[in-house]
């Protein structure tokens, strides 16, 4: 089939880290890739933040990005790009009518993306199929005032919900939040996001890393709800720990990053300045290097849509010790592959770090078991296996109809 995937702020070809690139960018890179593996033809549409950037990129076989001409040609915070999703539509429209390549079915990641999808594929037939990735509801019940989310996007994620072809949500939790906006659960399809199992095993090259220092390991973008924060009060209840932290701007940037310098400062008024390292943005490919160095894979987020680093962590053996929220029900298996507690108590974290660095024979089981969950559970192939399913299914089936705002 030929798949048009629309990722709007996303791009699968972006350096990961920055408050705006992270889990969607590596899962939009990582689904074309297994498409295109399975035989189908793929384009990834995204915007064009950047004057010189060619209009289309090859992605390995099979996939070609097309940067879209919508707003301007400069970074520009995802928060301000609703106002770009019309013209966003509108050229994908022209694009595909032009053009010898149409799709047979276009998959839409984030609300946004689904804006322009949608009007695009009402205008040109094209059956659309929607991830949403994050969800504003449920942002705003946990960010309350400091949720800079454009006012009307709950609403239009509502709308979406109930006028695409399929909704494609990621774990038990999506599906619960999704119902409750009033989106029907048979609109509803769940596809996980996999793991690359060729980059994250078990065996390989480590980071250099203090034999006789136990390492916790926080990886993602530096912001306030990955709770890093909760992680670094936890610290003293394992006063051998080191706590290393992937993720943010470049290494030599972070000293201008807000955040980490917040969370330094609350390192040195907590006692353990010598303990945190802020590592910086590490390229994908290097990732399984810290998580294979490391006895535990901390995920300490307040709310998670799915959750790509536990996913990670699990398939080079290291076990996680995570908040139970969002898709970290689904993936750690607490008491199996890791250990789950409340989200924002680092009390509670502290007592599960405690008890798990001190037991190395339960951490080995973990991590065993861990690696055959994702094994069988988690690979990009079944994750387009099952998308290829849906998108067949939505190719045959006759279109709802939906007003598009
Ligand atoms: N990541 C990376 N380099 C970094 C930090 C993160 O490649 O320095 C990757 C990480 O391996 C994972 C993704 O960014 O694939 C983060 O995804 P996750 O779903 O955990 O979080 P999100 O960014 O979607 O909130």
């Known amino acids: 089939m030929r798949v048009a995937m629309i990722s709007e702020h996303a791009s699968p070809l972006a350096a990961l880290g920055g408050p705006d690139a992270g889990g969607q960018n590596t899962h939009v890179a990582e689904l074309a890739a297994a498409l295109a593996d399975q035989g189908h033809d793929v384009r990834v549409y995204t915007r064009r933040d950047e004057p010189h950037q060619d209009p289309v990129v090859p992605l390995g076989d099979g996939v070609k990005v097309l940067h879209v001409p919508a707003g301007p040609a400069e970074p520009t915070p995802k928060d301000e790009l609703p106002p770009y999703m019309p013209e966003f539509g509108r050229w994908l429209v022209r694009h595909w009518e032009d053009d010898v390549w149409r799709p047979d079915v276009v998959h839409a990641h984030f609300w946004m993306s689904g804006l322009a999808a949608l009007t695009a594929g009402r205008q040109t037939g094209v059956p659309v199929v929607q991830t949403y990735h994050a969800l504003g509801t449920v942002k705003r019940r946990h960010q309350g005032a400091a949720d800079t989310s454009p006012p009307r996007r709950i609403r239009y994620e509502r709308m979406l919900g109930r006028s695409v072809d399929r909704v494609i949500a990621q774990c038990a939790d999506e599906v619960d939040e999704l119902t409750r906006m009033g989106i029907r659960r048979s609109a509803i399809t769940v596809v996980p996001s996999g793991v690359?199992?060729?980059?994250?095993?078990?065996?390989?090259?480590?980071?250099?890393?203090?034999?006789?220092?136990?390492?916790?390991?926080?990886?993602?973008?530096?912001?306030?709800?990955?709770?890093?924060?909760?992680?670094?009060?936890?610290?003293?209840a394992v006063p051998e720990a080191e706590y290393v932290l992937v993720g943010g701007p470049p290494a030599a940037r972070l000293t201008d990053d807000g955040y980490a310098r917040r969370l330094r400062a609350l390192a040195a008024s907590e006692g353990v300045a010598d303990r945190v390292h802020l590592v910086g943005a590490i390229p994908r490919e290097e990732m399984a290097r810290w998580y294979r160095s490391a006895d535990l894979l901390v995920a300490t987020p307040w709310y998670e849509p799915f959750g790509l680093t536990p996913l990670e962590a699990m398939a080079c053996a290291t076990p996680v010790v995570g908040t139970a929220v969002g898709g970290l029900t689904d993936t750690v298996v607490p008491g199996v592959t890791g250990d789950l507690v409340p989200p924002r108590d680092p009390e509670a974290l502290g007592a599960a770090l405690r008890?798990?660095?001190?037991?190395?024979?339960?951490?080995?089981?973990?991590?065993?078991a861990a690696v055959e969950r994702i094994r069988t559970g988690y690979s990009w192939t079944r994750t387009a296996t099952r998308l290829s399913a849906v998108y067949t299914a939505v190719c045959g089936a006759p279109q709802t109809s939906g007003a598009v705002a």
């Open 355 to 368: 008890r798990l660095l001190a037991d190395a024979d339960r951490r080995r089981r973990y991590g065993v």
């Open 196 to 236: 690359n199992q060729r980059i994250f095993t078990p065996d390989g090259p480590a980071a250099r890393r203090d034999p006789g220092r136990p390492r916790l390991l926080g990886v993602g973008r530096l912001v306030d709800r990955k709770g890093f924060q909760d992680a670094v009060r936890a610290l003293r």
